[in-house]
């Protein structure tokens, strides 16, 4: 597979949709090319894109910015639309104050202790952006890079290549790693994700995606009465600082127990010392399937009033729930409401946090000569 950095097709808006078509009430189903427009500039020119998709009864935006979900829209029981991912209408807040909205995450999704760990005997130090440790690939992540995509039409799918080589040396990382990502909108209205990378010298790599889900619709309010359902019988409890202890904790008993669907503000406030610690939940669910060749399911979110579902398959071993609990009412969506802590969660699918320095969690090491392969796929309904 091919991962060069490809030129975006001209003329691809002439072809595809139009943003009435997206964005309206039209329903839009499958089958034509993806539209690009310009969505802002950067402080030194850069032209940000916005690429608009639609297939089933599904719609979403992409920013070249960061491989950014700018909205998601899906119908609830009536047929209403809703854009059901939080984001901002303008590039520069994007810039300024995004707390990964909707974006890709790399080189390594979650956190690295003290962002330090050891590759054959060699030390590395990257970049520190979260306390003491390295979140999501530091403070220059791909969530803050510029992608290069390339939409796509094939049978009933429409979709987009994102494209972006990161450096040897970017954010303290070694080698250089050639990432594509494929955004598919399948005719069923399914969102698919194949996230694919090669390195020139042995580097660690845990790619997501961080969209922030609210079914109700962005700016709705809270997502406590939100049903969550994870196929996971052990999570992963952290120290102070999100970081794993290393011990995989039974579910069973405690308010991570998941495994039947339960509201998530049904025990969010329990007094439990790993809610009190992340503010609500933010911990690595270690998802009962393992490592699997193909996706297999392993979360079902539901928003009782809306009708709307969103239900979720992936061949990795973990899943990041994070409740929103850093969301402060400092930040205002595209709709002008304001987002306060629990009006969104997101649901990333990963290798476990801090696994570079946890010889017994799966391996996100990745040599010249292999290629990373990992596939989420989010399927909507109501
Ligand atoms: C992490 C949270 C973090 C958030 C960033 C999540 O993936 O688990 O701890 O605050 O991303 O907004």
Not at 233 to 238: D, F, I, L
């Given at each position: 597979m091919e991962l060069s950095r490809r030129t975006v097709i001209a003329g691809a808006a002439a072809a595809g949709l139009t943003a009435a078509t997206v964005g309206g009430t039209a329903h839009a189903t499958g089958g034509r090319k993806p539209v690009k427009s310009l969505f802002g500039k950067l402080a030194d020119g850069t032209k940000i894109y916005s690429w608009a998709l639609a297939?089933?009864?599904t719609r979403m935006k992409v920013l070249s910015y960061g491989g950014i979900v700018q909205s998601l829209e899906i119908p609830d029981r009536h047929g209403r639309y809703k854009n059901v991912s939080l984001g901002f209408d303008n590039i520069e807040?994007?810039?300024?104050?995004s707390p990964y909205f909707g974006a890709l995450i790399g080189r390594y999704g979650n956190r690295i202790g003290k962002g330090q760990f050891t590759l054959d005997g060699k030390k590395y130090q990257v970049n520190v952006n979260d306390g003491a440790n390295s979140l999501h690939g530091g403070a220059q992540g791909f969530d803050k890079r510029?992608?290069?995509i390339e939409p796509f039409t094939k049978g009933s799918d429409v979709g987009l290549y994102l494209y972006y080589t990161s450096v040897d040396g970017e954010m303290g990382y070694p080698g250089t790693l050639k990432v594509k990502v494929t955004y598919t909108l399948t005719k069923q209205g399914d969102w698919r994700i194949d996230y694919e990378a090669t390195t020139d010298k042995t580097t660690v790599v845990n790619l997501t995606s961080h969209v922030y889900w609210n079914l109700a619709g962005e700016g709705s309010g809270t997502i406590e009465d939100h049903e969550l359902q994870i196929a996971a019988?052990?999570?992963?409890?952290?120290d102070s600082g999100l970081i794993p202890t290393g011990e995989l904790a039974k579910v069973s008993g405690t308010p991570f127990d998941f495994r039947k669907a339960k509201p998530i503000g049904r025990d969010i406030r329990a007094a439990h010392p790993q809610l009190i610690t992340a503010k609500g939940f933010d911990h690595n669910w270690v998802l009962d399937k393992g490592i699997t060749a193909q996706p297999a399911h392993i979360a079902t979110l539901r928003d009782p009033s809306s009708g709307r579902t969103l239900?979720?398959?992936?061949?990795e071993p973990g899943l990041q729930f994070y409740s929103g609990n850093f969301l402060d009412g400092t930040l205002t969506g595209p709709g002008g409401r304001t987002y306060r802590q629990g009006d969104a969660l997101c649901l990333e699918t990963q290798h476990f946090p801090d696994s570079p320095n946890h010889a017994?969690?799966?391996t996100t090491v990745l040599k010249p000569g292999q290629t990373y392969r990992t596939t989420t796929v989010h399927s909507f309904g109501c």
């Open positions: 297939n089933g009864r807040d994007y810039v300024a104050s510029v992608w290069d019988s052990r999570y992963t409890p952290t239900r979720m398959a992936t061949n017994s969690f799966p």
